[in-house]
Nanobody
Framework: QVTLVESGGGLVQAGDSLRLSCTASVRNFYWYTMAWFRQAPGKEREFIAFISGSSGRTDYADFVKGRFTISRDITKRTVDLQMNNLQPDDTAVYYC????????????????WGQGTQVTVSS
């Protein structure tokens, strides 16, 4: 089991940027696929982006392409989500997730989750 701790959430205005960070307490971080999901009130948890373990391949949900960027620092065991041009629809709790080996778009792909960090975007 991996312990994940997110940080960086907050209240911003439409058009602003925010950077979320997730720190993983795990050995062999390199082999883990890391992802970000979000969940707005009354909605399902939805995929935002992942970065694959060994290859570093990334992919994004269509609604964030061109605005959000996922990155990782293997030595620090962190995965970040840079979010630009935030809009009120981006308001949600953002979760970091980890999958040993493979993992892609589904919540079921990931066995470890952080506690979440709130992002609120005002208009």
């Amino acid at each position: 089991q991996v312990t994940l701790v997110e940080s960086g959430g907050g209240l911003v205005q439409a058009g602003d940027s925010l950077r979320l960070s997730c720190t993983a307490s795990v050995r062999n971080f390199y082999w883990y696929t890391m992802a970000w999901f979000r969940q707005a009130p009354g909605k399902e948890r939805e995929f935002i982006a992942f970065i694959s373990g060994s290859s570093g391949r990334t992919d994004y949900a269509d609604f964030v392409k061109g605005r959000f960027t996922i990155s990782r620092d293997i030595t620090k065991r962190t995965v970040d989500l840079q979010m630009n041009n935030l809009q009120p629809d981006d308001t949600a709790v953002y979760y970091c997730a980890a999958a040993r080996g493979g993992g892609e778009y589904g919540t079921g792909d990931y066995e470890s989750w952080g506690q979440g960090t709130q992002v609120t975007v005002s208009s």
